[in-house]
């Protein structure tokens, strides 16, 4: 696994395969292990780039907050790209990594070929008002105890997670490893970074690729953003995977690759 300095930072990143660039970019407390179903199907055909966000994975995590923001984050990506001499992409980016997607696509419209959104939004989406407080709580435990302990605070009180994995236990040690793979700054910053974003719902038609818009059915956060998406930006498409939530590239590989790879042939590089 590679480390490239980016604006300053040490930042892991995968790169495989060869042909048109697919870059992938991950969601809160995820890595670029959250693409290994992704990246093993589309590196015969395509050269694939996943990047672990600052505080993520493996990639080192500033101790500061100021020194984490979506435009902080789209320009890091930027920054790879340049580095690894991509001139267009296709950037796919999952929840938090959605938001850095929209963002690069609105800062460098000439390096981007299309956009694929997986359950994200322009800026707003539901959240039931017990959230903040939990989320404040696993903050604290994240830094007197360690990230095991918000990782267990959340397993016993999220009724979001629990029902979810209710359904799926087999995402039990998934969600477990995400979160200790994860840095304490990288947790707690990166979450006051969506807070601190601008929403871009306003700009969604200043998008001109074509754009695959996915969801998971269940996800009923994400519901309305989605809509909200698939509106805005003129050349989209929105695809739902049903019986599957927020993370419908992990819980639904197989479907999720079909429909990437059929939005993927179809792009004029």
Not at 3 to 26: C, D, P, R, S, W
Not at 102 to 129: I, K, M, N, Y
Not at 243 to 265: R, Y
Request: glycine share 8%; charged share 25%.
């Amino acid at each position: 696994m590679p480390v490239a300095n980016i604006n300053g930072m040490e930042l892991n990143y995968e790169t495989t395969g060869e042909g048109e660039a697919v870059v992938f970019l991950h969601g809160m407390t995820g890595s670029t292990q959250d693409w290994a179903n992704q990246m093993s199907v589309l590196s015969p055909k395509y050269n694939v780039v996943a990047l672990d966000q600052r505080g993520h994975g493996k990639s080192a995590a500033p101790p500061r907050e100021e020194q984490y923001s979506i435009p902080i984050f789209a320009d890091d990506v930027f920054a790879l790209l340049r580095m690894l001499d991509v001139k267009k992409c296709c950037l796919v980016g999952h929840s938090v990594g959605g938001f850095s997607a929209l963002q690069f696509a609105l800062e460098h419209p000439d390096v981007l070929a299309a956009l694929v959104l997986v359950d994200t939004s322009s800026g707003q989406f539901a959240r039931d008002p017990s959230f903040t407080q939990l989320k404040q709580k696993q903050d604290e435990l994240a830094r007197s105890q360690g990230m095991e302990a918000a990782f267990e605070y959340g397993m016993a009180n999220n009724p979001i997670m629990k029902e979810r994995l209710q359904k799926h236990p087999e995402f039990g040690e998934v969600t477990r490893r995400k979160m200790l793979t994860t840095s304490v700054d990288g947790y707690i910053y990166g979450s006051s970074a969506i807070g601190k974003w601008q929403p871009v719902t306003p700009r969604l038609s200043e998008i001109k690729v074509p754009a695959l818009i996915c969801w998971g059915e269940e996800d009923l956060g994400f519901t309305e953003a989605v809509q909200v998406l698939k509106e805005g930006i003129v050349d989209s498409e929105l695809v739902t995977f049903k019986d599957v939530g927020h993370n419908p590239h992990e819980e639904a590989a197989d479907a999720f690759n079909e429909a990437l790879l059929k939005f993927l042939s179809r792009i004029k590089w």
